[in-house]
Nanobody, 116 residues
Framework: QVQLVESGGGLVQPGGSLRLSCAVA????????MGWHRQAPGKQRELVATITTGGFRNYADSVKGRFTISRDTGKNTMDLQMNSLNSEDTAVYYC??????????WGQGTQVTVSS
């Protein structure tokens, strides 16, 4: 059973914007901290942003001021608005849900490529 599904990745020019979305099974969405991670080629997976059920947000320093995480409790979705993209943002982006201190639930990932 697929419980997290990302969408919205693609190719964008430097300085451009993209919005990623993650559809989440209701049983997971309503009780867990949600987050976006990314993994660039040859690099370890990096936590990009998190959002609690109460809407508290936290960001990696590398994206602070450029990315915005949000969640829609009516639609059971979580989004990542990405602005001022640069080549270092190129990666596969994953949405995930935290359970008992572990990132237990993962989406399949969506590719974001920043290139001219």
């Amino acid at each position: 059973q697929v419980q997290l599904v990302e969408s919205g990745g693609g190719l964008v020019q430097p300085g451009g914007s993209l919005r990623l979305s993650c559809a989440v099974a209701e049983s997971i969405f309503k009780v867990n901290i949600m987050g976006w991670h990314r993994q660039a080629p040859g690099k370890q997976r990096e936590l990009v942003a998190t959002i609690t059920t109460g809407g508290f947000r936290n960001y990696a320093d590398s994206v602070k001021g450029r990315f915005t995480i949000s969640r829609d409790t009516g639609k059971n979705t979580m989004d990542l608005q990405m602005n001022s993209l640069n080549s270092e943002d190129t990666a596969v982006y994953y949405c995930a849900a935290l359970r008992l201190g572990q990132w237990e639930y993962w989406g399949q990932g969506t590719q974001v490529t920043v290139s001219s």
